[in-house]
Structure formats: structure tokens, C-alpha cells
């Protein structure tokens, strides 16, 4: 499975942006896709997933309320909206896929994905 994120770029505090991440390969045996950010000096954190069968949405409390994950199946594409954005929200974003398993995941845990796209910077000026 590959993963190419794109969307990210520069803008001012309460702007919007939308990042987009392709899944191409073996899309059947995926179970979720997540998004992840990575701030300078700073530890990878989830912001937010989504499941490919039952479209379940999660969310990291950090961003309830301004952003939404959503999938176009039949693209294969999995958007993250970012609404009011903040500086403090300044950081290479990843799209992530896990495979499906035979039992529950976390999707809140890095380890529990298998592919990784190459990250998307988001900039926010104050």
C-alpha cells in the first residue's frame, strides 16, 4: 500500500486548510486511515482516524470542533478538513493506513499502523 498525502501550505490563525491522502495498492485488506502531526522537537500525535468499512471517526480532543476526517471510497482518498486553524497546529502531517486485523486496534497508537505517507507541512502565522 502506498499513501501520498498532499494539501498542506502556509496560512493565517482561523484559516482553513484540507489535506488529502491516495491509498493506492491493497486497499481491500486496509482497516482504517489516520492522520498524524509532527511539530519541531516534538513527539508524533494523533489527530485524527477513520475506518474504511463503518466510516467511525476519531479525534484527538485538541482538535474536536475544527477539524473533520472524512473518505471517498471510491477514490480511495481520505480527506482531513482543518477549520480555525492555530498556530500551535504548525507540523508536518502524516496520512497513515493499518491492515485489517482479527481484533480490536487502538488507532490512537503510531505502532498500530503498517504504511505511512510522507507528510504534508502545515504552516500557521499568528
Known amino acids: 500500500v502506498q499513501l501520498q498525502a498532499s494539501g498542506g501550505g502556509l496560512v493565517q490563525s482561523g484559516d482553513s486548510l484540507r489535506l488529502s491522502c491516495v491509498a493506492s495498492?491493497?486497499?481491500?485488506?486496509?482497516?482504517?486511515t489516520g492522520w498524524f502531526r509532527q511539530a519541531p522537537g516534538k513527539e508524533r500525535e494523533f489527530v485524527s482516524a477513520?475506518?474504511?468499512?463503518?466510516?467511525?471517526?476519531f479525534y484527538a480532543d485538541s482538535v474536536k470542533g475544527r477539524f473533520t476526517i472524512s473518505r471517498d471510497n471510491a477514490n480511495n482518498t481520505t480527506y482531513l478538513q482543518m477549520n480555525n486553524l492555530k498556530p500551535e497546529d504548525r507540523a508536518i502531517y502524516y496520512c497513515?493506513?493499518?491492515?485489517?486485523?482479527?481484533?480490536?486496534?487502538?488507532?490512537?497508537?503510531?505502532?498500530?499502523?503498517?504504511?505511512w505517507g510522507q507528510g504534508t507541512q502545515v504552516t500557521v502565522s499568528s
Open positions: 495498492g491493497r486497499i481491500r485488506s486496509l482497516h482504517s
Open positions: 477513520i475506518t474504511w468499512r463503518y466510516g467511525s471517526t
Open positions: 497513515a493506513a493499518s491492515l485489517d486485523r482479527p481484533y480490536s486496534v487502538n488507532l490512537y497508537r503510531t505502532s498500530e499502523y503498517d504504511y
